[in-house]
């Protein structure tokens, strides 16, 4: 059983006390599209996945898609699905390096098109996770920008630490809003601050996050079998 409306109540009083608007993406990876479905229908019309395989297997066309339904791949891209993802989904959140930039921006050029991204900030240091490793890494993303006149960034995201160490996961979240800010205050009028999933949105939201990645708490746990 889908859960999301409990979950956007919570995550609702969580951006009510902060003052601050927060969105909802639901986070379906190895749950089917029957429940992708079901949330829909349940008001729910932002989702991600992290795998451009799963998206393409599970997923009808962009076209055949129920009117409002935003599809954003959070995972890690290689470039040589580059081309692959851009036919598949509305926003690439996870967009972590110049030469991935190069590639989506060859690929978007051919086709006269222009793609939503956010930049993933590796906001915890850890070798596993992928993303921008420093502020001077992601300022040279940034910078980069100039040359893919046909990217156009939306903002930041970042995943919290390994393990539930409260105080390491603000202090990452607490990194990235300072680069958000930073950005926004350099006039990139970012939107976006994606930070936060199932076992940390509310810390995430307190440190100034507006969209959350929820997936277990709304579609219960993954199936890796399935």
């Known amino acids: 059983m ?9 995550v609702d ?26 949330a829909y229908d349940q008001g729910q019309r932002l989702f991600g996945e992290n ?9 009808p066309p962009l076209c055949e898609r129920p009117q409002g339904m935003k599809l954003c791949l959070i995972g890690h891209l290689q470039r040589n699905k580059a081309k692959k993802a851009l036919s598949l989904v509305d926003r690439i959140d996870s967009v972590d390096s110049i030469p991935l930039m190069d590639e989506l921006e060859k690929h ?8 939503d991204i956010l930049f993933e900030v590796n906001s915890s240091g850890e070798e596993q996770k992928s993303g ?17 006149p046909h990217l156009r960034l939306c903002g930041l995201m970042t995943v919290g630490p390994l393990g539930f160490d409260e105080e390491k996961n603000r202090k990452a979240f607490r990194y990235v809003r300072r ?13 976006v601050l994606s930070m936060g999933m199932s076992a940390d949105y509310r810390q995430a939201i307190e440190e100034g996050s507006n969209e959350v990645r929820i997936g277990s708490a709304i579609f219960g746990a ?4 399935a």
């Open 2 to 10: 889908v859960n999301i409306k409990a979950v956007r109540k919570d």
């Open 13 to 38: 009083e969580c951006a009510a006390a902060c003052s601050h608007d927060v969105v909802l993406m639901a986070v379906s990876k190895t749950h089917p599209y029957e429940d992708i479905l079901e």
């Open 51 to 59: 795998r451009v395989q799963e998206i393409e297997a599970k997923f």
């Open 108 to 115: 978007l050029a051919g086709a006269d098109r222009v793609m």
């Open 132 to 148: 921008f490793a420093d502020e001077d890494e992601l300022m040279k993303g940034v910078s980069h920008l100039a040359d893919c």
């Open 179 to 191: 680069l958000y800010d930073k950005l926004n205050a350099a006039g990139y009028h970012l939107a």
């Open 222 to 225: 993954r199936n890796y079998d």
